[in-house]
């Protein structure tokens, strides 16, 4: 079992940045894919943005030109960077993986973490 856990999350106004980061309880090597999602009260669950093991990305239309996902095999750690940051991008971020990526697309991981939350002022 495969435990997630998110940090970086905070409060930072219209503009800012911030950086997220999930670390797995056990290697991330087989996990092909990983991802981020957000909700933000009254919403649905979305998917922000997704990697393969490859390095392939997927981002929510929302957020492309301002958010980057990476992964970091060796430290078994995915990150998050958010740049010009909205007060839209308001949200609970949760990470989530999983070997398919299609049911990590799909919101049907296998693994998700606890949330942290992200707060922006404008």
């Known amino acids: 079992q495969v435990q997630l856990v998110e940090s970086g999350g905070g409060l930072v106004q219209a503009g800012g940045s911030l950086r997220l980061s999930c670390a797995a309880s056990?290697?991330?090597?087989?996990?092909?894919?990983m991802g981020w999602y957000r909700q933000a009260p009254g919403k649905q669950r979305e998917l922000v943005a997704a990697?393969?093991?490859?390095?392939?990305?997927n981002y929510a239309d929302s957020v492309k030109g301002r958010f980057t996902i990476s992964r970091d095999n060796a430290k078994n750690t995915v990150y998050l960077q958010m740049n010009s940051l909205k007060p839209e991008d308001t949200a609970v971020y949760y990470c989530?993986?999983?070997?398919?990526?299609?049911?990590?697309?799909?919101?049907?991981?296998?693994?998700w973490g606890q949330g942290t939350q992200v707060t922006v002022s404008s």
């Open positions: 989530a993986a999983d070997n398919s990526w299609d049911k990590l697309v799909d919101g049907r991981a296998a693994y």
């Open positions: 056990e290697s991330i090597f087989r996990l092909n894919a």
């Open positions: 990697i393969t093991s490859g390095g392939s990305t």
